[in-house]
């Protein structure tokens, strides 16, 4: 079943709440917008600062609530799912473009910033941005996820490294990726073991790439059938052991993993 979007839309990014309803990023309408799918109602949230026109990944809260990245407007922003209301966090970094987003074990999100060098996190209290600078000036941090032991762990787009923070010590460690310098890895999940799966962007066909996070090794190598083009976003579903993609090919992806 297909739902229409008004024209210019751009839905970027969706996710589902436990009462099915359907939520999604019109990221060249500025705004985020909720749709019922038994109905085909969409109610829209309109973005509060006209600066804030490309909402870009969401990710839900502890408390019905959303949080999601504004690429090229630069800011953090929080939506209640309740009220409505959206709060926008601007970024001490100018041009900062906050890309992916989670949420770590104490519900606090973090973002990539694929502008620069840094991470960033925000007190989901104060709603204060905090930014960490990573080790390497020619870093550019895409898609990030996060383990059971709390270690945020991102992708390098720029020059193909997976890298890990460690936000208790500070630590930064990264290994670069089977495909070098010219991987591009970009969508990234985080599985029920602590495994890292990324994905090769810059070969044709794009790779399926594993990573033990316990023994710091890559494993299972996998093409993606249809080429891929770009698989930009991923998600774990842990009661099939499944990884879920969509592709710049035009397809859906599922990976089972062992």
Excluded: C
């Amino acid at each position: 079943h297909q739902f229409k979007l008004d024209p210019g839309t751009g839905p970027h990014n969706l996710i589902v709440d436990k009462e099915g309803q359907v939520w999604y990023a019109g990221n060249r309408a500025a705004h985020i917008g909720k749709l019922d799918p038994s109905t085909g109602k969409i109610i829209k949230y309109p973005m509060p600062d006209q600066k804030a026109f490309d909402p870009h990944t969401l990710e839900f809260g502890l408390n019905r609530d959303i949080w999601f990245t504004v690429q090229q407007g630069n800011f953090v922003g929080h939506l209640d799912m309740g009220t409505g209301k959206i709060q926008l966090m601007p970024l001490p970094t100018p041009r900062a473009r906050p890309y992916g987003i989670v949420l770590d074990r104490t519900h606090s999100p973090w973002f990539t910033e694929f502008g620069t060098n840094k991470l960033g996190t925000v007190d989901p209290e104060t709603k204060t941005v905090r930014e960490i600078t990573l080790s390497r000036k020619e870093t550019r941090p895409r898609r990030l996820g996060v383990t059971s032991d709390g270690i945020i762990w991102y992708v390098d787009y720029a020059e193909g490294y997976l890298g890990s923070y460690n936000a208790k010590t500070g630590d930064i460690q990264e290994w670069l990726a089977p495909g070098g310098s010219h991987a591009k890895p970009y969508g990234m999940t985080v599985d029920d073991r602590d495994r890292v799966w990324l994905v090769e962007t810059g070969s044709h066909p794009n790779r399926l790439v594993g990573f033990d996070t316990r023994k710091h090794t890559f494993m299972s190598l996998t093409d993606i059938p249809s080429g891929g083009g770009s698989v930009r976003h991923m998600v774990y579903h842990q009661p099939t052991k499944a990884i879920w993609f969509g592709t710049d090919a035009n397809t859906i992806g599922r990976a089972k993993i062992p």
